[in-house]
């Protein structure tokens, strides 16, 4: 059993920032890959940005050069640095960790106003 637990979501009006955290605890054998995705009220969820072992990212071109995915190995914990928001960041974000298999996090709201 793992559980992945995200923080840092809230309301904040465009231009402000907002640093999500996801915090994996419980048979955690070796992280692989950690992600943020997000979903959008009436839309389909998608990938915002993601961190491999190595330290690779990748991010969607609708959130690249404002977000920043980072991971703390040591504390199983990946970070989304979320700067310059727009009311369309405005979503439900969920973390996501390969394992050994795949497990989601329950969501946290981020909203954008005005």
């Known amino acids: 059993q793992v559980q992945l637990v995200e923080s840092g979501g809230g309301l904040v009006q465009a231009g402000g920032s907002l640093r999500l955290s996801c915090v994996a605890s419980?048979?955690?054998?070796?992280?692989?890959?950690m992600s943020w995705y997000r979903q959008a009220p009436g839309k389909q969820r998608e990938l915002a940005a993601t961190?491999?072992?190595?330290?690779?990212?990748n991010y969607a071109d609708s959130v690249k050069g404002r977000f920043t995915i980072s991971r703390d190995n040591a504390k199983n914990t990946v970070y989304l640095q979320m700067n310059s928001l727009k009311p369309e960041d405005t979503a439900v974000y969920y973390c996501r960790m390969i394992d050994r298999g795949a497990y989601w996090g329950q969501g946290t709201q981020v909203t954008v106003s005005s």
């Open positions: 419980g048979s955690i054998f070796s992280i692989t890959v």
């Open positions: 961190i491999t072992s190595a330290g690779s990212t």
